[in-house]
């Protein structure tokens, strides 16, 4: 079945250091494919998407994620943290000739100062 | 535009109560999805309207669960019969186009609803 894993439930870093979160996608034909933030409490904010070209893609908040069809991976990185980055990281992807999106389990970014 | 709203942000209710939740989507979006999202996982597809229209319902929606778009505009997700595995967070999203799943929803603030 198609499926979005992401390996890494919790993370911790130091505010100020570099992020990378990890995203591994299932279904990569043409593969479209989505970052989304979550706030304690609160709804999904799209960070940023893929779709096809520059497999460099640059979002909101300073985030970065890079497309390696090679590896079926979709990691979101940062340069320096902020500690208002402490949130719930998901991946996701269009699930196969339909218009539901498929997440994965998320990543809980914890930011120490 | 004030994006997607949803109202109540938080419902507290006894089992075997009956909750009605709202959204609002984007005005001109003429597509609507409602997601749950239980603790420690990602979003799951409930049921998507086009217009008044509903396409689709996931077999994760028990009979227990209705949900309208009665004018195309604002929509309602009813759980009648609450139980405690009904507590999550009710997340609607709204869209302009088919194939929206492609380039992205955009998300309300989501429901918590909590069953006592």
């Known amino acids: 079945a198609q499926s979005v894993t992401q390996p890494d439930i919790h993370i911790t870093v130091s505010e100020g250091a570099s992020l990378e979160l990890r995203c591994n996608y299932s279904y990569g034909a043409t593969p479209y494919l989505f970052w989304y933030v979550q706030s304690p409490g609160q709804g999904l904010q799209l960070l940023l998407k893929?779709?096809?070209?520059?497999?460099l893609v640059q979002g909101i908040k300073g985030f970065e994620a890079e497309f390696k069809r090679s590896q079926s991976s979709f990691n979101l990185r940062k340069p320096s943290v902020h500690w208002s980055d402490a949130a719930e990281y998901f991946c996701a992807e269009p699930l196969y000739n339909t218009d539901k999106l498929i997440f994965g389990t998320g990543t809980r970014l914890q930011v120490f100062p | 535009d004030t994006g997607v709203s949803q109202n109540p942000r938080h419902k507290i209710t006894k089992r075997g109560q009956n909750v009605t939740f709202r959204c609002d989507p984007i005005s001109e979006h003429n597509r609507l999805y409602w997601y749950r999202q239980t603790l420690g996982q990602g979003p799951e597809f409930l049921t998507y309207f086009q217009n008044e229209a509903q396409l689709e319902k996931s077999r994760l929606l028990s009979d227990r669960f209705s949900a309208e778009r009665p004018k195309g505009s604002f929509s309602t997700l009813e759980i009648q019969r609450t139980e405690q595995g009904d507590s999550a967070m009710y997340l609607c999203?709204?869209?302009?186009?088919?194939?929206?799943?492609?380039?992205?929803?955009?998300f309300g603030s989501g429901t918590r609803l909590t069953v006592v």
């Open positions: 999203a709204s869209s302009l186009s088919v194939a929206a799943a492609n380039y992205g929803y955009t």
């Open positions: 893929y779709f096809s070209g520059d497999t």
